[in-house]
C-alpha cells in the first residue's frame, strides 16, 4: 500500500533559525495536503497542494510540491516561538477522491528554543 | 459557531469493557473520518463515511464499530475486542472525499486502566 515518509522526526531550533520537513510518497500523488497541530492540540489544514511542481506561500511558510508529484517540503523562515507543533504531511494517490487513500506521514515535531 | 466537536476529552475504560466516543458535527459536510493517534506515529485511518447509513473500514478497523444514523453524527465504538485502546482519537470531517481540507475535533484521549 501507499507509504508517506516525513523527515525528520524531530527538530529543535534556535528561535530566528530556519526549518524544513520533508515528505516522500512511494505512489505518485494527486495532491497533498499539511497539518499543524499545536501540542495537546488537533490538526489543523494549513494548505493544499495539487499542481506538480507548485510553489505556495503563506508568510514565512513555504510549501512546495515535487515535479513527480512523489514529494513535498514545508520551509519555515526564521522560526518563532508560535510555530511549536507538529506538522503533518497527507497525500492521496492517483486517482484522487477516496477518503481510505489519505494518508498521513508520521510528523515532525518542531521545538523552538527561545 | 460552525464546527466539529468531540466528547469526552479524556475517557477511562476498564479492560474488557466497550465505549463509545461522541463525534458531532454542524458544518453540513457530508463525509466523516475517525483517526487513531500514537506517540510518534502520525494519523491512522480506522472508519469513514462518505454518506448517511453507509461507511467503510480503514486500516485499523479491526477492535472498533462505527454508526452513521445521521449527517451529523459518527460515533465510534472501541470494543473489547480492541488489544490496545490507549490512544488519541481524533473525529474529521470533510465536504467529501480528500480533495477538500479536513476539519478535526478536539480529539478524545481513551486510557485503558
Known amino acids: 500500500g501507499q507509504q508517506v515518509m516525513q523527515i525528520p522526526q524531530y527538530q529543535h531550533v534556535q528561535e530566528g533559525e530556519d526549518f524544513t520537513t520533508y515528505c516522500n510518497s512511494s505512489?505518485?500523488?494527486?495532491?497533498i495536503q499539511w497539518y499543524k497541530q499545536r501540542p495537546g492540540g488537533h490538526p489543523v489544514f494549513l494548505i493544499q497542494?495539487?499542481?506538480?511542481?507548485e510553489v505556495k506561500k503563506q508568510k514565512r511558510l513555504t510549501f512546495q510540491f515535487g515535479e513527480a508529484k512523489k514529494n513535498s517540503s514545508l520551509h519555515i523562515t526564521a522560526t518563532q516561538t508560535t510555530d511549536v507543533g507538529t506538522y503533518f504531511c497527507?497525500?492521496?494517490?492517483?486517482?484522487?477522491?477516496?477518503?481510505?487513500?489519505?494518508?498521513f506521514g508520521s510528523g515532525t515535531q518542531l521545538t523552538v528554543l527561545p | 459557531d460552525g464546527g466539529i466537536t468531540q466528547s469526552p476529552k479524556y475517557l477511562f475504560r476498564k479492560e474488557g469493557q466497550n465505549v463509545t466516543l461522541s463525534c458531532e458535527q454542524n458544518?453540513?459536510?457530508?463525509?466523516m473520518y475517525w483517526y487513531r493517534q500514537d506517540p510518534g506515529q502520525g494519523l491512522r485511518l480506522i472508519y469513514y463515511?462518505?454518506?448517511?447509513?453507509?461507511?467503510q473500514k480503514g486500516d485499523i478497523a479491526e477492535g472498533y464499530s462505527v454508526s452513521r444514523e445521521k449527517k451529523e453524527s459518527f460515533p465510534l465504538t472501541v470494543t473489547s475486542a480492541q488489544k490496545n485502546p490507549t490512544a488519541f482519537y481524533l473525529c474529521?470531517?470533510?465536504?467529501?472525499?480528500?480533495?477538500?481540507?479536513?476539519?478535526f475535533g478536539q480529539g478524545t484521549r481513551l486510557t485503558v486502566v
Open positions: 474529521a470531517s470533510s465536504m467529501g472525499g480528500f480533495s477538500a481540507e479536513a476539519f
Open positions: 505512489t505518485t500523488l494527486s495532491n
Open positions: 497542494l495539487v499542481k506538480s511542481g
Open positions: 497527507a497525500g492521496a494517490p492517483r486517482p484522487s477522491g477516496s477518503a481510505r487513500q489519505l494518508t
Open positions: 458544518l453540513n459536510h457530508d463525509a
Open positions: 463515511s462518505q454518506i448517511v447509513n453507509d461507511f
